[in-house]
């Protein structure tokens, strides 16, 4: 069964530490993403990456740390430098196509500082 | 740059009735057009896409959208709205300006919400 799973579903943090977001496809997919989503304002882009070993900074990476060690896997480290960590995290993954394909998503993490 | 732009933030309509959510985008070259559904605490779902073609694209769950270039709207729209489209929903756009750069723009979503 493929798809793309995320983990935990809640997190809860005290202020000051790092955590890590896991996110894991079985898709076969060579671009993943990860999003944040507050109320109101959509789903803004932290990091990409389009191949292993390689990723880009989106719209909002700073106090976030990524890695692209294998194909499957896109784990997103939340640190103490972010400075309003409590949100919805959204992890994406889509084929490299020409015309692209849809986007598909994982069930997301909430992640509350304590 | 490319962008889309949901002008609502709430639609409301009655069950039975027909209902349009709308998006208008701005890009260069050729729009490649989403749209997604999100129930609360959950990802977002892929509705239906416009690449090429037939203006009116059918997608999942009895939606479509109309794709009108002269007006760069891409409109979701179902004849018959249930209690159980009442979601978040979002319009994006995959965006061209590098050359195998595979970013996806995302509209600040609309949120349906279908009375009985």
């Known amino acids: 069964d493929g798809g793309i799973t995320q983990s935990p579903k809640y997190l809860f943090r005290k202020e000051g530490q790092n955590v890590t977001l896991s996110c894991e496809q079985n898709?076969?997919?060579?671009?993943m993403y990860w999003y944040r989503q507050d109320p109101g304002q959509g789903l803004r882009l932290i990091y990409y990456s389009q191949i292993v070993n390689d990723f880009q900074k989106g719209d909002i990476a700073e106090g976030y740390s990524v890695s692209r060690e294998k194909k499957e896997s896109f784990p997103l480290t939340v640190t103490s430098a972010q400075k309003n960590p409590t949100a919805f995290y959204l992890c994406a993954s889509t084929p490299k196509k020409h015309p692209p394909n849809e986007q598909f998503f994982g069930p997301g993490t909430r992640l509350t500082v304590l | 740059a490319q962008s889309v732009a949901q002008p609502e933030d709430q639609v409301n309509v009655a069950e039975g009735n027909p209902l349009t959510v709308k998006c208008t985008y701005s890009v260069s070259g050729n729009p490649y057009l989403f749209w997604y559904v999100q129930y609360p605490n959950r990802g977002l779902q892929f509705l239906l896409k416009y690449i090429t073609g037939d203006n009116l694209v059918k997608g999942s769950y009895g939606f479509e959208a109309e794709f009108n270039k002269s007006q760069t709207s891409f409109h979701l729209k179902k004849p018959s709205a249930l209690v159980s489209d009442s979601a978040l929903y979002f319009c994006a756009v995959r965006d061209i300006k590098l050359e195998g750069t595979y970013k996806y723009i995302f509209g600040t979503g609309t949120r349906l919400k279908v009375l009985a």
């Open positions: 898709l076969n997919h060579d671009a």
